[in-house]
């Protein structure tokens, strides 16, 4: 069954406009937050055309085959870096919830099953004049895109694949926004971070971060990761940037 309004209107509380097709429903919810939308309220297409993914990655939707939606959220300035933890974990619980197994998160946000990423998830902010008017939290889900024959069926993977039964997504986005309501009212507890923390596969890795290799030896509760290269010396990446700073320097 495809996703409709009507479907969708039994399924959620919350306002939310509903596409068949779009460009990207972060742009869509940007627009609708600058006029105005209330926290909570989302945007969910059928099909989206130009999605995006960090550092500019490209996030196609194909129709009728995953989940892609834009949840409009009011959080305050210092917790902005833990969107991520937020849309992560609510990808993870929605996974493990219809019986997916051997799951985990790579830094900073991809949900994998067997080290194959099943989501794609973009928090992008919304400045008016130098104030934070609010931010958009983008999130896609493989539900049963068939990657079998594409150059990704190495590194991607779809929830039906992993389960092996047909999944409706009206139902797996109604679970994924209740999901992702109940981590957002934990954003400023250290339980968010605790969990995120526990569920990463990236510590105690060897991992490459805009050009710095090393181990992957911690992640902060701003959502960053601290590695350690060969020399010992402790390098921070978080929110698009890396920085070197000494280990008595404080974390």
């Known amino acids: 069954m495809t996703l409709s309004q009507s479907i969708l209107e039994r399924q959620l509380s919350r306002p939310f406009k509903y596409f068949d097709q779009v460009d990207s429903t972060n742009d869509v919810a940007k627009a609708w937050l600058a006029a105005g939308a209330p926290e909570g309220a989302v945007v969910i297409a059928n099909a989206q055309?130009?999605?995006?993914?960090?550092?500019?990655?490209?996030?196609?939707?194909?129709p009728n085959a995953a989940?892609?939606?834009s949840i409009i959220l009011k959080p305050a300035k210092a917790h902005l870096s833990r969107l991520n933890m937020v849309a992560a974990l609510s990808v993870y619980d929605l996974a493990a919830e219809v019986g997916c197994e051997e799951l985990g998160i790579k830094w900073p946000n991809d949900v994998e099953i067997n080290g194959r990423k099943v989501c794609g998830i973009l928090p992008e902010a919304l400045w008016e004049g130098g104030r934070l008017a609010g931010a958009v939290l983008g999130i896609g889900v493989n539900v049963r895109v068939d990657f079998k024959r594409s150059p990704l069926s190495g590194t991607a993977i779809s929830l039906e694949d992993m389960v092996e039964r047909r999944l409706d997504r009206a139902q797996l986005s109604a679970s994924l926004l209740r999901r992702s309501k109940q981590w957002y009212e934990q954003i400023g507890a250290p339980v968010l971070h605790k969990t995120w923390k526990s569920r990463l596969t990236t510590l105690n890795r060897a991992v490459a971060v805009d050009g710095v290799a090393g181990v992957a030896v911690d992640a902060l509760p701003d959502g960053s990761l601290l590695i350690r290269d060969d020399s010992g010396r402790i390098h921070q990446a978080g929110s698009g940037e890396l920085y070197a700073h000494s280990d008595d320097e404080g974390r």
């Not at 055309?49 to 194909?62: N, V, Y």
Request: hydrophobic share 25%.
């Open 49 to 62: 055309t130009r999605g995006r993914g960090r550092q500019g990655r490209s996030w196609r939707t194909p």
């Open 67 to 69: 989940l892609a939606l």
